[in-house]
T-cell receptor, first 111, second 114 residues
Framework: KQEVTQIPAALSVPEGENLVLNCSFT??????LQWFRQDPGKGLTSLLL?????REQTSGRLNASLDKSSGRSTLYIAASQPGDSATYLC??????????FGKGTKLTVNP | EPEVTQTPSHQVTQMGQEVILRCVPI?????FYWYRQILGQKVEFLVS????????KSEIFDDQFSVERPDGSNFTLKIRSTKLEDSAMYFC????????????FGDGTRLSIL
């Protein structure tokens, strides 16, 4: 049964800092992994989908890596901005079609 | 950019009443999903739907829940007799393919059961 864990639960950084969010998953037989952003009271915005054949995927200041063998993914955010403040969720396939989510990392970027 | 649309954004219902949550998935997508998020908890999978039938459901999706695609554009989640513990944010998602395409989520419907 797939379980997804994200650490830290919360992170507060000054503007401009580079940061890394961590995600671990128990079932490494995945074909992809997805990172989402959630603003308070809002829906989920898909940030990056990284396929199992890829090691990294980049979109702007975001870079996601995937290491299936160790059951880990990281989301790197470069030059953080106050507008990056949100909760970041990692989701891995749970056997077939469903996504299994972590609890998220709440990021606060202070001006 | 195409997006998943959900209505209403907030629904308040008395316990025991039926509620229907509505979603318009992205138009060329073939796979549809419902998830829910109880306040402060993880997003949880409820059900997936493909080719006009349920393809997978979780243990949460009991006989009180049903899904339907009544026409070519809408996808609905019905809760027959709501309970207090059904209070949550309900998200609809759609995907263009099963294994290699991202799931795109709507903004959610906040369901409050009184």
């Amino acid at each position: 049964k797939q379980e997804v864990t994200q650490i830290p639960a919360a992170l507060s950084v000054p503007e401009g800092e580079n940061l890394v969010l961590n995600c671990s998953f128990t079932d490494s037989a995945i074909y992809n992994l997805q990172w989402f952003r959630q603003d308070p009271g809002k829906g989920l915005t898909s940030l990056l989908l990284i396929q199992s054949s890829q090691r990294e995927q980049t979109s702007g200041r975001l870079n996601a890596s995937l290491d299936k063998s160790s059951g880990r993914s990281t989301l790197y955010i470069a030059a953080s901005q106050p507008g990056d403040s949100a909760t970041y969720l990692c989701a891995a396939p749970g056997g077939s079609e469903k996504l299994v989510f972590g609890k998220g990392t709440k990021l606060t970027v202070n001006p | 950019e195409p997006e998943v649309t959900q209505t209403p954004s907030h629904q308040v219902t008395q316990m025991g009443q039926e509620v229907i949550l509505r979603c318009v998935p992205i138009s060329n997508h073939l796979y549809f999903y419902w998830y829910r998020q109880i306040l402060g908890q993880k997003v949880e999978f409820l059900v997936s739907f493909y080719n006009n039938e349920i393809s997978e459901k979780s243990e949460i999706f009991d006989d009180q829940f049903s899904v339907e695609r009544p026409d070519g554009s809408n996808f609905t989640l019905k809760i027959r007799s709501t309970k207090l513990e059904d209070s949550a944010m309900y998200f609809c998602a759609s995907s263009g393919g099963q294994t290699h395409r991202p799931q795109h989520f709507g903004d959610g419907t906040r369901l409050s059961i009184l």
